[in-house]
């Protein structure tokens, strides 16, 4: 089901186009381009299926953002789609300046460490990045971005369950041009960035861009004063492209990104312990009641922060074979460097407190064969490849977590492991109008995975328990293993009159197995492997937009058969014995039926103003969860544990209005408002009530003004208004230590901005 975007994608050349339905020609400021849209809604172009198609004429389910859609929604981070698409819940990762958590329609990654793949795929120029970590992009030279909900398992480089996330940077152009633009704002925040293309010959252009951002952070320790949750990144991406003919293309894409921040600091939900090997457990630490003040406490000292790397290279070629057949080939490789403390439990105890030193390789090969016989019948055939290796190394520190007698064990937990994935796959897509209105579209893939995984943990105690000291604890060694799997998918469209296309679809999705990465113990050791999970989603669409071009509304429902769900749980074996174990197994554990309705639509009301709004229900329930836990005779018995799917809220919704005023000097002032409602969330996979976030709405204001030369915009807004306090994220290994730890959004913020474009 296509979403029409909170508003609509626009100024988003060449795939999203700016001109008007029915307009003719190009507005040449952006003061204009506001004037025009003013009066008609703007037609959008999108690449969902691997073919530039009108948005409003594909049978998936898809939203579009353009560069100033993405600055109307004031999002500086690719997690700044929050709350403008239905079913999407995308937020910065746990305890991570880098990483990112996304989940649509109920299906993401529940657990974030780097052994465990994404169940929505996250792509920049179609080039597939495996980890989350590093995958919080700046949106700095974006030209527009689409979000596909539900399964991806037969067009894209990589199968997902969930959806994909694309980010479509700007490409060079023959035409010189740029931008400069400078911000600041709450928290200290200072940010500049710059864009520059043009031409290096008559067949090559080229571009560069850059950002650099830097803020103080919104989280204090109330007994040092050193702030947290901060931001320092640098990045820039440089393109060439050269076109020597009609049938010749290719642009070559190198990027890189440096950040080195602070902690990332979240607050305890629940009382922390100490496991007493003899007298039980002992209570360190009560959360204070009353709302979080943004005042959190470490255990880690100064120069114990986040720091990543992350570089990479892109070519893309396109041959036009023939009047009906392209050749397109995509070749990247990437590198992902990243050394972070994180303190679990977010406070002044070690019981959580981790370093993770993971150094990432990857390199990708895709070709696709394009036909169009100009007709009837468009296919793509492809071929992909992905070569992944993930060593890493990382260490725990827990010396308040373990006692005996009363005394205090010092504990360090090191981990060394080395991941290797390859993926290989074949698919084929048709779409063929068989009839005048009727059309109907097919696709397969094949897929074939394999994984090595090695891994040695050691266990050290301090006196006088250094007898139970293990080097090695546990070791995986060298453990390989295949997976495979046939996605199809299947659609059939009616276009009921030129304004009103309705479409069924059936696709199924598909995300390997993998080897748990928190296997400490020897018996967990011993059998680490998870398997596939998979899911069928069946949906029906309707897509509409009026004759006049000022109502747009998109209608999905949707049904999703979940099965052997991942999911990362937090187990205690032996509890309330001399020898516990705190393990965190992976259980192919649940079948999960998930259905849902989504609206998108956008209206332009009198002289100006545009409204648009995103409507979404979605019912997750599990049919079946197989945890011994819920079992009345375990002595963990808990039988609410598992009652609701996480990052599945029940209802979200936005509205927003933008007024923009024509000034007589031919510039332009416009204003936007916006409201997003999101109902409770469950923020982890185990229900705990302190990681619950009750249902909330947060509001925002923007103002700008575009100079009638095109050559300045101003702009400023003020995010989450109403300073809500309200949880995105959380960790939970509530087996150490009764870890419970929520992170919180960022209060109340505003910020200015002037660019200036030539």
């Known amino acids: 089901m296509q979403a029409a975007q909170p508003s609509v994608a626009r100024d988003a050349a060449p795939v999203m186009q700016n001109a008007p339905a029915g307009a003719q020609g190009k507005p040449e400021t952006e003061a204009q381009k506001k004037r025009a849209e003013a009066t008609e ?31 109307d929604l004031q999002a500086n981070n690719i997690d700044g789609l929050q709350g403008a698409v239905p079913g999407l819940n995308i937020v910065q990762g746990r305890g991570s300046s880098s990483s990112v958590n996304v989940f649509i329609r109920g299906i993401g990654q529940p657990d974030a460490l780097q052994t465990f793949d994404p169940g929505v795929g996250m792509y920049v120029d179609d080039v597939y990045y495996s980890r989350i ?21 037969t067009l894209y480089g990589k199968n997902s369950t969930g959806g994909a996330i694309k980010i479509i940077t700007k490409q060079p152009s023959q035409t010189p041009g740029g931008s400069v633009e400078v911000k600041v704002g709450s928290f200290g925040r200072r940010q500049g960035q710059f864009y520059f293309t043009g031409p290096l010959s008559d067949t090559l252009a080229g571009s560069l861009a850059g950002i650099y ?70 209570l360190l630490y009560t959360p204070p009641g009353g709302k979080y003040d943004f005042h959190s406490q470490t255990s880690f000292g100064p120069g114990k922060g986040q720091k990543l790397e992350h570089k990479g290279a892109a070519l893309h070629m396109n041959w036009k074979l023939s009047g009906d057949w392209n050749l397109k080939s995509i070749t990247a490789y990437r590198k992902l460097d990243s050394h972070s403390y994180i303190d679990i439990d977010a406070s002044q105890f070690q019981l959580g407190d ?9 390199f990708s090969q895709e070709l696709q064969l394009q036909y169009n016989n100009g007709d009837n019948l468009e296919a793509v055939y492809g071929l992909y490849y992905l070569d992944e290796k993930v060593p890493s190394h990382q260490e725990a520190y827990a010396n308040d977590f373990i006692r005996f007698g009363g005394l205090p064990i010092d504990f360090l937990r090191t981990i060394d492991d080395d991941l290797q994935n390859k993926s290989y796959a074949g698919f084929a897509h048709v779409n063929w109008t068989f009839a005048p209105t009727w059309t109907l579209a097919a696709g397969v893939r094949y897929t074939k995975e394999t994984k090595h995984y090695w891994r040695t943990t050691s266990a050290f105690f301090g006196a006088p328990l250094q007898a139970f000291s293990a080097d090695p604890q546990a070791v995986i060694d060298h453990a390989s293993k295949s997976w495979s799997a046939v996605t199809p998918s299947l659609s ?17 999705g598909f995300k390997s197995g993998g080897f748990n990465g928190r296997a400490n113990d020897p018996n967990e050791a011993a059998d680490p492997v998870f398997n596939p999970e998979y899911v069928w989603t069946y949906e029906m669409g309707l897509k509409m937009r009026s004759a006049d071009n000022r109502l747009q509304g998109n209608l999905a429902a949707y049904r999703s058969n979940y099965s052997d769900f991942q999911a990362r749980v937090s187990d205690v074996v032996n509890p309330g014995s001399l020898t516990p174990s705190f393990d965190f197994p992976v259980l192919n554990a649940a079948k999960l039926r998930i259905q849902g309705l989504e609206f998108e639509g956008t209206a332009l009301v009198g002289d100006g103003t545009r409204l648009s709004t995103q409507l979404a229900w979605m019912d997750a329930k599990y049919e079946k969860f197989d945890d011994h836990r819920l079992n009345p005779s375990d002595p963990l018995y808990d039988p609410d544990l598992h009652k609701h799917v996480p990052f599945s809220p029940k209802f979200t919704a936005r509205v927003a209005v933008t007024q923009t005023f024509g000034l007589s000097s031919g510039a332009a002032l416009t204003f936007g408002a916006d409201a997003s409602y999101r109902s409770d969330t469950w923020l982890s996979v185990d229900n705990r009530p302190g990681l619950m976030q009750k249902a909330y709405t947060v509001t925002g204001l923007f103002g700008v003004y575009d100079s009638a030369d095109g050559n300045w915009q101003w702009r400023a807004g003020v995010r989450n208004l109403g300073d809500k306090v309200y949880k995105t994220d959380a960790q939970e290994f509530s087996s150490v230590g009764n870890i419970q730890t929520a992170y919180y959004a960022m209060p109340r913020n505003w910020y200015l901005s002037a660019r200036y474009n030539f």
């Open 354 to 362: 981790v370093l993770v030193d993971f150094h990432q390789k990857q």
């Open 213 to 282: 951002t830097k803020s103080d952070g919104f989280v204090t320790d109330p007994t040092t004063g050193r702030k947290y949750n901060n931001d320092d990144t640098k990045a820039v991406r440089g393109k060439l492209r050269w076109a020597p003919s009609e049938s010749f293309d290719a642009t070559l894409a190198l990027d890189y990104t440096k950040q080195d921040t602070a902690l990332t600091l979240g607050q305890p939900t629940a009382p922390l312990y100490a496991t007493d090997l003899l007298l039980g457990p002992v």
């Open 492 to 508: 059939l469209q009616k276009q009921f009159t030129p304004q009103v296309m309705g479409y069924i679809s059936a696709n199924r």
């Open 133 to 153: 970590q590093g995958a919080l992009f700046d949106l700095f030279d974006v030209d527009h971005v689409e979000v596909l909900r539900g399964p991806q398992g």
């Open 41 to 71: 809604l703007q037609t959008v172009t999108v690449t969902a299926r691997r073919r530039s198609e009108n948005l409003e004429k594909v049978p998936v389910a898809v939203s579009a953002f353009s560069a100033d859609d993405l600055k």
